[in-house]
């Protein structure tokens, strides 16, 4: 996907990007080829590649949740490299964006996207889901939790439900349907244990014939019992069932 094609392609969505976007889309791209030199934040480095299956990927969650008010909290849980939520916060500077990651390079890296983007209203915590969805600053305080590639449903819920408001949602963003269907049918207890409903699952293809993909979308209609999160690493092991 050239930048010609990812302009065209959120333009047919009814988004619009400025040029100060597009510059931001592109450093933040020269930052995570230079970084990942050093540091392993990406197998995929072509331009093209990333604009198509980084990009536009994450922002494929504006189908799915509008942001049609300003000052949405969302959480950002295991995002890596920042995906899906810098491209999130790049079309949306007004939201404000916590990104929750247990390896420290990577929030590193994501402090250097910051500063070159000049971007505001953004924290970066660095520490486990699951201790930081026992911390009451940050627990059953968000409008929107999202997660990318990260764990298997029945473990990701554990992960962002707890960090979701009473009425918020939680979108995981996943590969092909059948996949992603089995995730959801063993992850219904988790979801519902932790005060979830499944709303719906939304599936496409990715442009330029480049795969399938899903997203699962949870609304929060119960508080989170407790004793979840569990200790870490105990819902890698022990997930809900």
């Known amino acids: 996907m050239t930048l010609e094609e990812f302009i065209q392609a959120l333009a047919q969505v009814g988004i619009q990007l400025s040029q100060q976007q597009i510059d931001q889309f592109d450093r933040y791209y020269q930052r995570l080829i230079d970084e990942n030199q050093k540091v392993n934040l990406t197998a995929i480095t072509d331009r093209k590649e990333v604009y198509l299956k980084h990009f536009f990927d994450s922002l ?19 995002a890596g490299a920042g995906f899906p939520g810098i491209p999130l916060k790049l079309i949306h500077p007004e939201i404000e964006l916590t990104i929750v990651d247990s390896l420290n390079k ?7 996207v910051q500063e070159d983007l000049g971007l505001q209203g953004l924290h970066l915590v660095h ?27 029945d473990i990701l819920a554990e992960y962002c439900l707890p960090l979701v408001r009473k009425g918020g949602y939680f979108i995981a963003l996943k590969g092909g349907h059948q996949q992603t269907q089995e995730e959801v049918a063993a992850g219904q207890v988790a979801i519902k244990t932790l005060g979830g409903k499944l709303e719906g699952v939304q599936c496409y293809h990715l442009p330029h014939q480049a795969g399938e993909r899903s997203l699962v979308k949870v609304q929060k209609t119960l508080d989170t019992p407790n004793k979840y999160p569990r200790k870490a690493g105990k819902p890698s092991k022990q997930p809900i069932h």
């Open 106 to 112: 990577r929030i590193n890296f994501l402090h250097q």
């Open 60 to 78: 494929t969650v504006l189908w799915q949740e509008p942001f049609d008010h300003y000052q949405m909290k969302l959480c950002d849980v295991g």
């Open 127 to 153: 520490g486990r889901a699951e201790d930081v969805g026992q911390n009451p600053a940050y627990r059953g305080q968000f409008d929107l939790v999202t997660a990318r590639a990260v764990a298997s449903l």
